[in-house]
C-alpha cells in the first residue's frame, strides 16, 4: 500500500515538474519554509515603505496549511525536494507579485481562500497516519496544492505579466474556482461530527464503526469529486471558450478552420520530406535563438519548389515541440499568402489570421484580444498590427511563419514584412519575449531587398533538397511502372530524367509525372517519354498538358477546358464546382438557366493537371461544394504568357455577365413577382459570387493601365462594360450624377440595393426548398447553408450549417460592442457603437462611484425609504430595504415604483438588482400611476441601456408587453426605442403588429386629449409599417403601394373598415395615426370626418387637398360643410369657391341651419356662423324645406326662455340668437321672421332683446311693427 502511495504522490509531483519551465525549477531548488518566511519579512519590509501598504500577515493561515502538507506528504514521499515545490512557487509569486500592489492583494485573497479550504488539516494529522484511506484524501490535497501552484505562476510568469494581469487573473479565477471546490467538498467529507469523535477518541466503540463505514466509501467520494468538478469546470470553460471564438471570428471575418485545412491538407510528397531542415546549420541557429540578431530566416526558392510543402513541415516540427514543453511557454503563428484568395492575400488577412490563433492558443489572450475587440473600433490595419504584436509578446518564445509572401497583392508584401521588421521584433525585444520570424517566397526583387541583411536558405542550392525531389520521383514512378508495366531500366531512365531536369523544383516533377501518368497506353507513354518534345522546364512541361487537355481533344471539351480556367483565373475568389456549373447553365441576357448544360465529368476529369480540387470545411467529400483552384500561380502566368486564356477578357465577359445577371428580371423583381420558377430552374446558382464582386471585374476592365493591345477595339468594349454598370445601377434606382460627386454614395446604395434583394431572393429559395427539394437545387445551390446577409463578409457565401450560429455571426456585425463584465446582460447582448457601450458602462457599472452620500438633504417622499434609494443610486441601502421587509412593487404618487425611480434617475445597477428580484418592468403597480411603468419612464427618459436591459431580462417581453411597448414608442416620438421594440420578434409576428394602430388609439394618454399641441408627425408609424411591409415602401422609405395590391387591400380593409382608425384617431386627437392614415390611404379620404372631428390645420389641408368633390352629400344628406364643427375647418372649405352654401340635407337644412341645431355642444364656436353669414347674409334669413319652412330665428330662440337658468351652458345656448339679432342684415331678419312666426314666437324674441338690450334689434321692431300689438 505505501509503494502504490508513494508513486501516487511521486506522480502528482512529476506532472507539477513537467509543468514548469528550466528557469522556474532551478529558482524553486532549496526553497523550504524558512526561506519563505525571511523572503516575506522582506517583501513586508519594502511595502511598509511604500503608499501602497499590504498586510502579509494575512498569508499566515496558508503559510500553516502548507507546514502541515509538508508534514503529511513527508509520511508518504521520502524523497526531499518535493518540499521545494510545495514553498518555492509561494516565494517566486510573492517576489513578482510585491511590485505591483492590487496584484499582491489579489494573490493573499487566494492564498486566504486556499487556507480557508484546508481548515481541517491539522485536526486530521493522526487520523490521516492511521488510515490508509485517507492517504487517498492526502494525495487529492497534495494534487490540489500543485495544480493551484500552477494556476499562479502562470499568471507571473508572463512577459511583461502587469499588462495581461486583468485577463491572466480571470483565467487564474476559472482554474482555480474547480481547486477550491475540490477542497471544501473533501472538508466536508471529512467533517462529520462522528468521524469527528474517532479521530479524537479513537477508543469511542461507537465511532469507530462508523468510521470504517464511512472510509470504505471513502475512494468513492472522492472519485464522484473529481470527476464531477473535472466534468463542469470542462463544460463551463468549453462554453464560454466557444463564445468568444465564434465572436472573434465573426469580429475579424476569420474562419479557423480553413486556416487548420491548409496545414492539413495532404501533400503529394513523400511525409519524410523536407526532414533535412532540422539538421541544416542555418536552421538551428535560428531555432535555437542562440544569436539576438538572427531571429529571421528567409527561405526562399524558385516558383514551385516546394516553399510551402517545406513551411508545412516546419510548422509540425515546431507544434510537436510545443506540445512537449510546459504549457504556456511558446507560440506559434502562421499564415499562407495567396494571390486568389480575397482572405489570404493582404496585410489585414494575415494580422487577422494571427491574432486568432494566438487567442485559440491561450485562454488569457483570447480574453484580452476579444476585450479588445469587443470594446473598441479595432478596425485599422494599425489597429491590428498593435493587437497582434501585444498578444504574439505575452509569452516568453514565439514563432511566426509566413509563407508565399510573393503572392500577396500591391504593397502588401512591404507592410507585412515591415511589421515583423519594425514593429514586432522591437516589441519582443522589449517585453522579453523570444521571437523567431520564418519568411517563405520568391526572391522577386522586392523580398529579397528587405530581407538582405537577415539568414537565408536557398532551396536551389541545398542538395538535400535535390534528394528529396529525387525521392518523390521514385515514388511516382514506381506507380507509372505498374500502371504501364515498365522494365526496371525504364524506370530508371523515367526517374533520372525527371530528377535531372527538376532543377529544385517540385511542381515540375510533380506536373511531368501527372502528365505522363495520364496517358492512356503504354505507347502514348513511350513517346511522350522518348520525343524530342520531353519537357525541359516547367513551361514546357505546362505545354505537354495543353496539348493532351485542349489540342488533342474534342471541340466541346476544348470549349469547357478554356472556359472553366478563364473562370478560375480572373475570378476574385476561389469557384466552387456547382459555382462553374451553373455558370455553364445561366443564359443573364436570355434570363434563362438551362439544366441540360451541366458538365458530366468532374473538374480534375475535365481540366487535368491544371487545376486542384478541395473538399470544403462544411461539406467534405460532397463534389458540388468543392473549391476548384489552379494548381500553382506558375500555371496561372503560362496559361496567360501563351495567351490560351486571355486575362482582360475574361474581366470583360465577367463583368457583362454579372451586371446583365444582377440586372435581369428574375433577380431585379424578385421582390414582386414571382419567381419560382426561376428558382427551380437553378437560376440563381451564381448569385453569391456576381453580388459580391461584379463590381471587382468592372473595376479591372476601367482600371487605367490595362494594355489596349490585349484587347482590339477596347474603348468600346470598356464603353459596354460602363453602360452594363449603369443599366444595373439605373434598374436598381442608385443612378448617380457624375457633376454632383455622388457617385461613391451610389456605389454604396446600389450595393446595399443588391444585398436587400439577394435577402429576398434567399428566403424565397427556402420557401420553395421546404416544399420540394430537388435535384436541380443540390446541383446549383448545394447543401442548406444558412448565410451572411452583409455582402462584405466571409460568411456571405460559405454561411453556417446551422441556424443557431447564423444568428450569432449576425449578432457580431449588428452590435459588435461587448460589456467587459462577462457576468453583464450587456457582454450577452452587446451594443451597435463604443458611444452606446460607454453609456452602458455609465448606466450599469459606475453608479456607486456617483453616491456622494447615504441619505440625500432633500427628500421627494419627505423620508428615507427605498424609492429615495433608488433615486439616490445607493444600491447597498436598497438591498437593505429590501431584506427589511419593502414592497418592491409599490407605486407612489408623482414617483411610481422602485424601479420608476431608479429609471428615471439612470440607475441601471439598481434596476437590476429589482428586475433580478422578480419586479416586472412592463406593468405599473396602481391605478394611480397606471401609464408609469419602468418601461415608459425609460422610453421618455431616453435611458436606451436600461430599456435594452429590460427586453433582455428573463424570457423578454410576451406580445402583449411588446405591443405596448411599440405603441408607447410611436407616442412618445422616440424613435430609438421604437428600434429597440421592432427588432424583438414576437411568436405570432402578423397578430401582434397588425394590433399596433389599435393599441396606439388604446395608449393615447387622455390629458393630450386636452391639450393644444397635437404632433402630425406619422414618420415614426411609418418606420413600424415598413418594418411590417417592407414591399410597400421605396428605397427612399416613401409609401408606394398601390390599390390594386392585394395585400395592401387587406391592410386597407383592416384599417379603415374594420377597425375604423381614422375615425377613432380624430375623436381622440391622435392625429399622427391620422397623418399616417392619410399617407396611405391612396386618395381615398374621409374628409367627412376629418372636418367633423380635428382642428389640425396639418391634417384638414392633407384630406380636403386631396378630396374631389366639396359638395359630396354622406348617407344623411350632409355636406362637409354641414358636418364641419369648428370655425378652422369652415374657414378652409370656404376657401374653395365650388362650395354649395344653399346644399341642404336630408332634413332640408342649409349648412347655417345645421350649426344652429349644434350651437349648444360644448365644443360649438358662434364663430362658424360668422363665417357663414359673411360668406352669404342670406343663409340667415333662409328657411328649411319643412313643411313649417322653419326660420334660422325660429331655430336659435327655442333656448330664449330659460337661457339665464343657472349656467353658462345654458347662455351659450342662447348665442345663435343674439348673433342673428346683432348681424347686420338684423332687419331682413326680423322682417322675414315677422312674416310666418306667431304672435308667441314673436313676443318671445322681443322679450329676449329687452333683456339682452340690444337696442339695435329693438328699434328695427319698433320701426316695422314687429309684436306691437
Request: hydrophobic share 40%.
Amino acid at each position: 500500500m505505501a509503494t502504490n502511495q508513494q508513486t501516487s504522490f511521486e506522480r502528482s509531483l512529476d506532472l507539477f515538474r513537467r509543468e514548469l519551465s528550466d528557469d522556474h525549477i532551478k529558482r524553486i531548488n532549496g526553497v523550504n519554509q524558512k526561506t519563505v518566511t525571511d523572503t516575506i519579512q522582506e517583501i513586508q519590509g519594502k511595502l511598509g515603505r511604500r503608499d501602497g501598504l499590504c498586510k502579509l500577515t494575512r498569508i499566515q493561515r496558508f503559510l500553516q496549511a502548507m507546514e502541515h502538507i509538508e508534514k503529511l506528504v513527508t509520511i508518504f514521499l521520502n524523497a526531499s525536494d518535493f518540499v521545494a515545490f510545495i514553498w518555492g512557487p509561494i516565494k517566486l509569486a510573492l517576489m513578482v507579485a510585491t511590485t505591483w500592489t492590487e496584484a499582491i492583494r489579489q494573490l493573499i485573497d487566494a492564498y486566504e481562500e486556499i487556507a480557508e479550504a484546508l481548515g481541517n488539516l491539522a485536526f486530521f494529522h493522526n487520523l490521516i497516519q492511521s488510515r490508509d484511506h485517507l492517504k487517498l484524501v492526502l494525495d487529492d490535497y497534495f494534487s490540489d496544492i500543485l495544480r493551484f501552484h500552477r494556476c499562479v505562476l502562470d499568471v507571473f510568469s508572463r512577459p511583461e505579466w502587469k499588462r495581461f494581469f486583468k485577463w491572466a487573473w480571470g483565467s487564474f479565477r476559472r482554474e482555480v474556482k474547480p481547486i477550491l471546490e475540490s477542497l471544501k467538498r473533501k472538508q466536508a467529507l471529512l467533517s462529520d461530527d462522528k468521524l469527528q469523535s474517532h479521530a479524537i477518541l479513537k477508543e469511542v466503540q461507537d465511532s469507530d464503526q462508523y468510521a470504517k463505514d464511512q472510509f470504505s466509501n471513502l475512494q468513492t467520494s472522492l472519485d464522484d469529486i473529481r470527476s464531477t468538478l473535472a466534468s463542469e469546470q470542462l463544460q463551463s470553460k468549453a462554453l464560454k471558450s466557444r463564445e468568444m471564438k465564434t465572436y472573434m471570428e465573426s469580429r475579424l471575418d476569420v474562419s479557423t478552420s480553413r486556416t487548420d485545412l491548409q496545414l492539413e491538407s495532404q501533400d503529394t510528397v513523400d511525409e519524410n520530406s523536407g526532414i533535412w531542415i532540422f539538421s541544416n546549420p542555418i536552421f538551428k541557429i535560428w531555432e535555437g535563438g542562440i544569436s539576438a540578431e538572427k531571429r529571421v530566416l528567409f527561405l526562399n526558392g524558385s516558383p514551385g519548389s516546394g516553399k510551402s510543402t517545406l513551411a508545412k513541415t516546419i510548422i509540425r516540427h515546431q507544434k510537436q515541440k510545443e506540445a512537449s514543453e510546459a504549457p504556456g511557454m511558446s507560440f506559434l503563428a502562421y499564415f499562407f499568402f495567396k494571390h486568389n484568395a480575397t482572405d489570404r492575400r493582404t496585410a489585414r488577412s494575415m494580422l487577422q489570421h494571427v491574432i486568432m490563433q494566438l487567442a485559440n492558443a491561450d485562454e488569457t489572450i483570447m480574453r484580452f484580444a476579444h476585450e479588445r475587440l469587443s470594446t473598441k473600433d479595432v478596425t485599422e490595419v494599425a489597429d491590428l498590427k498593435e493587437l497582434a504584436s501585444e498578444c504574439f509578446t505575452s509569452r516568453p518564445n514565439a514563432t511566426l511563419v509566413l509563407d508565399g509572401l510573393d503572392e500577396a497583392i500591391g504593397h502588401e508584401q512591404e507592410i507585412s514584412v515591415k511589421w515583423c521588421l519594425d514593429q514586432l521584433i522591437p516589441a519582443a525585444r522589449s517585453s522579453g519575449c523570444h521571437l523567431r520570424i520564418l519568411i517563405c517566397g520568391q526572391r522577386d526583387g522586392k523580398l529579397d531587398c528587405m530581407l538582405s541583411s537577415h539568414p537565408q536558405i536557398r532551396l536551389d542550392l541545398v542538395d538535400a533538397h535535390q534528394h528529396d525531389i529525387e525521392q518523390f520521383t521514385k515514388e511516382q514512378a514506381a506507380k507509372i511502372r505498374t500502371r504501364f508495366r515498365l522494365a526496371a531500366p525504364e524506370e530508371e531512365n523515367l526517374i533520372s530524367k525527371i530528377a535531372g531536369a527538376s532543377r529544385g523544383m517540385f511542381l515540375y516533377a510533380r506536373v511531368v509525372l501527372d502528365n505522363l501518368a495520364a496517358m492512356d497506353s503504354k505507347r502514348d507513354f513511350k513517346d511522350e517519354l522518348e520525343s524530342d518534345a520531353f519537357p525541359k522546364d516547367l513551361d514546357q512541361a505546362y505545354d505537354r498538358i495543353t496539348q493532351r487537355v485542349l489540342q488533342n481533344n474534342r471541340p466541346s471539351r476544348d470549349t469547357s477546358v478554356k472556359r472553366i480556367l478563364g473562370w478560375i483565373i480572373c475570378a476574385a475568389r476561389p469557384l466552387r464546382w456547382r459555382e462553374i456549373q451553373s455558370r455553364f447553365c445561366i443564359d443573364a441576357e436570355q434570363q434563362i438557366c438551362d439544366i441540360d448544360n451541366l458538365r458530366l465529368d468532374t473538374c480534375k476529369q475535365i481540366c487535368s493537371s491544371f487545376v486542384d480540387v478541395t473538399d470544403c470545411e462544411l461539406f467534405p467529400r460532397i463534389e458540388s461544394e468543392q473549391v476548384v483552384t489552379m494548381v500553382h500561380e506558375t500555371a496561372t502566368k503560362y496559361l496567360i504568357r501563351n495567351r490560351t486564356i486571355n486575362l482582360l477578357q475574361e474581366h470583360i465577359d465577367m463583368a457583362l455577365f454579372c451586371c446583365q445577371y444582377l440586372s435581369s428580371r428574375p433577380f431585379a423583381t424578385s421582390k414582386s413577382q414571382d419567381i419560382s420558377d426561376d428558382i427551380h430552374s437553378g437560376y440563381f446558382g451564381f448569385l453569391d459570387y456576381a453580388a459580391a464582386h461584379y463590381a471587382a471585374h468592372v473595376h479591372e476592365v476601367a482600371a487605367p493601365h490595362v494594355s489596349t493591345h490585349l484587347v482590339s477595339n477596347l474603348e468600346p468594349v470598356k464603353e459596354s462594360v460602363k453602360t452594363a454598370s449603369a443599366d444595373l445601377a439605373k434598374i436598381h434606382g442608385k443612378e448617380a450624377s457624375v457633376e454632383t460627386g455622388e457617385m461613391a454614395k451610389a456605389a454604396e446604395d446600389l450595393h446595399l440595393a443588391i444585398q436587400d434583394n439577394v435577402l429576398v431572393v434567399r428566403n424565397l429559395i427556402s420557401l420553395q426548398r421546404a416544399k420540394s427539394e430537388t435535384d436541380v437545387f443540390g446541383a446549383t445551390e448545394g447543401p442548406i447553408r444558412h448565410k451572411c446577409q452583409k455582402i462584405q463578409c466571409s460568411k456571405f457565401s460559405t454561411g453556417y450549417r446551422n441556424e443557431a450560429a447564423l444568428k450569432e455571426h449576425l449578432a457580431v456585425h449588428e452590435r459588435p460592442f461587448r460589456c467587459p463584465h462577462s457576468d453583464c446582460f450587456g457582454h450577452r447582448i452587446g451594443y451597435p457603437s463604443p458611444e452606446r457601450l460607454e453609456s452602458h458602462h455609465e448606466a450599469f457599472h459606475q453608479s456607486e462611484s456617483r453616491v456622494k452620500i447615504a441619505f440625500p438633504s432633500e427628500l421627494q417622499t419627505g423620508e428615507w425609504n427605498i424609492h429615495e434609494a433608488c433615486k439616490a443610486g445607493n444600491l447597498d441601502e436598497v438591498k437593505r430595504f429590501h431584506r427589511e421587509g419593502s414592497d418592491l412593487k409599490q407605486t407612489l404618487p408623482k414617483i411610481g415604483s422602485p424601479l420608476c425611480a431608479a429609471v428615471e434617475a439612470g440607475h441601471g445597477d439598481i434596476c437590476q438588482y429589482l428586475v433580478d428580484s422578480g419586479v416586472n418592468p412592463f406593468r405599473g403597480g396602481s391605478n394611480i400611476v397606471r401609464m408609469k411603468t419602468p418601461v415608459v419612464t425609460a422610453i421618455y427618459r431616453q435611458r436606451w441601456e436600461i430599456l435594452d436591459f429590460f427586453l433582455c431580462s428573463g424570457d423578454g417581453p410576451d406580445n402583449s408587453e411588446l405591443l405596448k411597448g411599440i405603441a408607447q414608442a410611436i407616442l412618445a416620438n422616440q424613435p430609438v426605442a421604437l428600434n429597440m421594440f421592432l427588432t424583438r420578434q414576437p411568436e405570432d409576428h402578423v397578430a401582434v403588429m397588425e394590433r399596433v394602430p389599435v393599441e396606439i388609439i388604446s395608449q393615447t394618454d387622455e390629458r393630450l386629449i386636452q391639450s393644444e399641441f397635437h404632433s402630425t408627425d406619422a414618420t415614426l408609424i411609418h418606420t413600424w409599417f415598413q418594418f411590417v411591409k417592407p414591399e410597400f415602401y421605396n428605397e427612399e422609405g416613401k409609401f408606394i403601394s398601390q390599390s390594386d395590391c392585394e395585400e395592401y387591400k387587406i391592410w386597407g380593409d383592416l384599417f379603415f373598415r374594420q377597425h375604423n382608425l381614422f375615425r377613432e384617431a380624430l375623436r381622440i386627437k391622435c392625429f399622427s395615426l391620422a397623418t399616417f392614415l392619410m399617407d396611405i390611404g391612396n386618395d381615398e379620404l374621409p374628409a367627412h370626418t376629418a372636418v367633423r372631428r380635428t382642428k389640425s390645420q396639418a391634417i384638414l389641408r392633407a384630406v380636403l387637398d386631396n378630396t374631389g368633390d366639396f359638395n359630396h352629400r354622406d348617407s344623411s344628406g350632409d355636406s362637409l360643410l354641414h358636418v364641419a364643427s369648428f370655425a378652422v375647418s369652415v374657414r378652409m372649405l370656404l376657401e374653395n369657391k365650388s362650395v354649395d352654401l344653399f346644399s341642404r340635407n336630408n332634413k332640408g337644412q342649409t349648412a347655417f341651419l345645421s350649426y344652429l341645431g349644434k350651437i349648444f355642444y360644448a365644443d360649438a364656436e358662434v364663430e362658424v356662423l360668422d363665417l357663414l353669414f359673411k360668406a352669404d347674409p342670406r343663409l340667415a334669413w333662409t328657411p328649411d324645406e319643412s313643411e313649417e319652412g322653419l326660420m334660422p330665428l325660429r331655430y336659435a330662440s327655442k333656448w330664449m326662455l330659460d337661457y339665464d337658468i343657472g349656467s353658462g351652458f345654458l347662455r351659450k345656448r342662447a348665442e345663435p340668437a343674439k348673433f342673428l339679432l346683432t348681424c347686420s342684415e338684423v332687419k331682413r331678419v326680423l322682417v322675414e321672421y315677422q312674416a310666418k312666426a306667431t304672435d308667441a314666437d314673436r313676443k318671445k324674441v322681443r322679450e329676449f332683446a329687452e333683456k339682452e338690450m340690444l337696442q339695435e334689434a329693438l328699434e328695427v321692431m319698433d320701426s316695422i311693427g314687429f309684436n306691437t300689438t
